[in-house]
């Protein structure tokens, strides 16, 4: 698997590459976006990791120009969390969104997660849905939900890897909008991930991401 890294701090990106080189990926290391955007019309990779700010086009731009013609999973570097949420909201197609200064130990971990959802095939995934009996099968056990928390689940578990805020969750699953708080949203959460947790232990399904929101992904734990 090859991964371009676009990041214009050359410590940060050869510390990642050595340990992408670790964990068996080889990759290549682009300071500035120009050229960044140049290579990936001419190359191929497996994913891209992309930093936002960058000197020539940033991050913002090289993602959308490559989702005009590319489904290559990117995940985007911003220094700010408080990005993530106004990123989330133009929908420009990244897989997933990293807040720096990042572990390379984690953005491997983020890496092997974003490739395994892109090339884990359909009939394969050991989960099974049925909303009108409100249950799911997932490795063969059966886990019974909630009307709420099927709601819940099944906004995640259709887009798996898109981050849902919480006030998106809140405007989307409850009926009675008086009584939902980002608290309620947590608790049903944390209600649904044990039910999951359960039944398949070895799975981690539903993840937070921090001061972003929630997301589904198939992850061994
Ligand atoms: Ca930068």
Known sequence: MHILIVEDEPELSSLLAEYLANAGFESECIAHGDTASQWLSQHQTDLVVLDLMLPGKDGLTICRELRQHSRIPVIMATAK???IDRLLGLEIGADDYICKPYSPREVVA??????RRVHWPEENKPIVVDTEKLQVILQGKHVEFTAVEMRLFELLYREPGKIFSRQYIMDHIYTDYRVVSDRTVDSHVKKL?????EAAPDLD?????YGAGYKFEYQDV
């Open 110 to 115: 983020r890496i092997k997660a974003v490739l």
């Open 205 to 209: 399904l539903i993840h937070s991401i």
């Open 81 to 83: 969390v408080e990005e």
């Open 193 to 197: 991930r044990k039910k999951l947790h």
